[in-house]
């Protein structure tokens, strides 16, 4: 959006996730270790069991859902992973406001979304920062990681957008 610092752009190198999954195995310890500390709470919405599988492989704690279910528990996460588009009628804004309810401050949505779309990730942006979310950083990932100094075509598969519950937005809103 104008007057918006550009975010950070990172790409992580690993693999694409199977047909009718959000992420590879790879994809979900990543997100686990990149944004968690132990003992986090983690509210998976992702389809599959990878990020369930690295939550228990690096000792957090999630609660595993679908976006449907009412209420994600009581506790605040400090992570919130899902994939886009939704699956059910919910609306986007409605669903990223029901995230920042449900995060601590300075927590994070992880949205994954299929790559080659160049609207869908403003869309999801957007939504996101009518519900009060900041843009944190977006992740490309890729089958092969780029090589120093040669000309690499990255196989990229997967946009993840990072959100955060930002103390300035809360600063605003009181």
């Not at 992580?12 to 003992?39: F, I, K, Y």
């Not at 009628?89 to 995230?99: G, I, Q």
């Amino acid at each position: 959006m104008p007057g918006d610092p550009p975010v950070p752009i990172t790409v992580w190198p690993v693999p694409a996730p199977n047909r009718g999954e959000t992420m590879s195995n790879a994809m979900g310890v990543r997100l686990v270790h990149n944004l968690t500390h132990p003992s986090d709470l983690i509210i998976d919405l992702a389809g599959g069991p990878q990020l369930a599988r690295a939550v228990i492989a690096a000792r957090r704690r999630s609660h595993l859902h679908t976006p449907r279910q009412v209420g994600w528990g009581r506790e605040a996460a400090t992570l919130i992973v899902t994939g886009w588009p939704l699956a059910d009628t919910t609306s986007p804004v409605d669903f990223f406001l029901r995230c920042r309810e449900s995060l601590v401050s300075g927590g994070c949505v992880a949205v994954l979304l299929p790559h080659g779309d160049v609207v869908l990730p403003v869309d999801v942006v957007i939504a996101a920062k009518r519900a009060g979310l900041a843009y944190l950083q977006h992740i490309v990932a890729a089958d092969r990681p780029p090589r120093r100094g040669q000309q690499t075509q990255l196989d990229i598969h997967t946009d993840v957008l990072i959100l955060t519950r930002s103390t300035e937005a809360e600063d605003a809103d009181g």
